[in-house]
């Protein structure tokens, strides 16, 4: 049975009374930012955290001191996956320090004490049991097709530190 509500008090102050229970009005008001104010904050990270492209690499200690990362191949789409930025996540689960190198590959940091953006050469040390994120620069994709006209780049990434064979260095192709 529905039960009548009644708006204000005997000293002058706003309250609501719906049967047995009593709402102050400025409570329910500050409840209600409250969540929407959560909502927004919560929009707003997953935007900008959540869309970028995330992939994940990890180096393996191998046969004459050498070292390879895995996955042996990464495709990465243009048209998906690099809607709101691209990280690598570099894993290194070894007792050794290792290197991500990727010659024609762009990290993308900021300088010190500015909010300001740059760019340089990927060549990231990942420390013993360390993962390191890497946000990378995905300008020089958008602008640059292959000579045989087909959009697909490839870039090689290896561990310059503990270097083997040609055959231990991996690849990532950007395709449209």
Same mark, same amino acid.
């Given at each position: ?6 708006? =204000? @008090?005997?000293? =002058?102050?706003?309250?609501?009374? @719906?049967?047995?229970?009593?709402? @102050? ?5 500050? !409840? ?10 919560? @929009?707003? #990270? !997953?935007?900008?955290?959540? #869309?970028?492209?995330? /992939?994940? /690499? ?15 191949? $990464?495709?990465?789409? &243009? ?19 290792? $290197? ?5 590959? /762009?990290?993308? %940091? ?13 060549? !990231? ?8 994120? $890497? ?6 994709? &958008? ?13 090689? /990434? ?13 690849? %990532?192709? $950007? !395709?449209?």
């Amino acid at each position: 049975m529905l039960q009548p509500c009644s708006f =204000g @008090n005997a000293s =002058g102050g706003t309250t609501m009374t @719906n049967g047995t229970k009593t709402y @102050n009005r400025s409570s329910i008001v500050l !409840v209600g930012f409250l969540l929407s104010l959560v909502s927004v904050a919560g @929009n707003y #990270l !997953v935007s900008s955290a959540g #869309l970028a492209g995330e /992939f994940h /690499f990890m180096v393996h200690d191998v046969e004459g001191d050498a070292a390879a990362w895995s996955p042996r191949e $990464v495709v990465i789409h &243009k048209s998906t996956d690099l809607e709101g930025g691209l990280i690598f996540v570099l894993e290194n689960p070894t007792p050794r320090t290792h $290197v991500f190198e990727a010659p024609d590959l /762009f990290e993308q %940091i900021r300088v010190e004490g500015s909010e300001n953006k740059t760019v340089k050469p990927m060549r !990231v040390y990942a420390a013993p049991e360390e993962t390191v994120l $890497v946000q990378v620069s995905i300008e020089e994709w &958008k602008r640059v097709p292959e000579a045989d006209g087909s959009e697909a780049q490839t870039f090689q /990434f290896f561990c310059p530190l503990h270097t083997g064979e040609e055959a231990l260095r991996s690849q %990532i192709r $950007v !395709v449209p």
